[in-house]
């Protein structure tokens, strides 16, 4: 069983950074999965922001989120990291962490895996 917690969200202004963090509860084999950031907005479906690989060299942004945000991880501490810059209120939603034994290409195209609880961001103009 895989448990993910999200944390790092909250209410911002235009223009500024936050940066999330899911810790994973996956035990030594953290480092097998690619990783990734969803977000839904209120009466949206669920989209991809960004996935990274179990090595972390291969990565994946929307095209919306491309310059702005930065995903990383740290496999020694089995968490991994969405560094989002320049925020703008379309950023706002739920921000939600997957993992799963596939490409990070593949979670980026809905790979079906583990989803985290979710943390809110809220951006206002």
């Known amino acids: 069983q895989v448990q993910l917690v999200e944390s790092g969200g909250g209410l911002v202004q235009a223009g500024d950074s936050l940066r999330l963090s899911c810790a994973a509860s996956?035990?030594?084999?953290?480092?097998?999965?690619?990783m990734g950031w969803f977000r839904q907005a209120p009466g949206k479906e669920r989209e991809f922001v960004a996935t990274?690989?179990?090595?972390?060299?291969?990565?994946y942004y929307a095209d919306s989120v491309k310059g702005r945000f930065t995903i990383s991880r740290d496999n020694a501490k089995n968490t991994v990291y969405l560094q989002m810059n320049s925020l703008k209120p379309e950023d706002t939603a739920a921000y939600y962490c997957?993992?799963?034994?596939?490409?990070?290409?593949?979670?980026?195209?809905?790979?079906?895996?583990?989803w985290g609880q979710g943390t809110q961001v809220t951006v206002s103009s």
């Open positions: 990274i690989s179990w090595t972390g060299d291969s990565i």
């Open positions: 996956t035990g030594r084999t953290f480092g097998r999965y690619a």
């Open positions: 997957a993992a799963a034994l596939a490409t990070s290409q593949a979670l980026a195209r809905g790979y079906s895996g583990y």
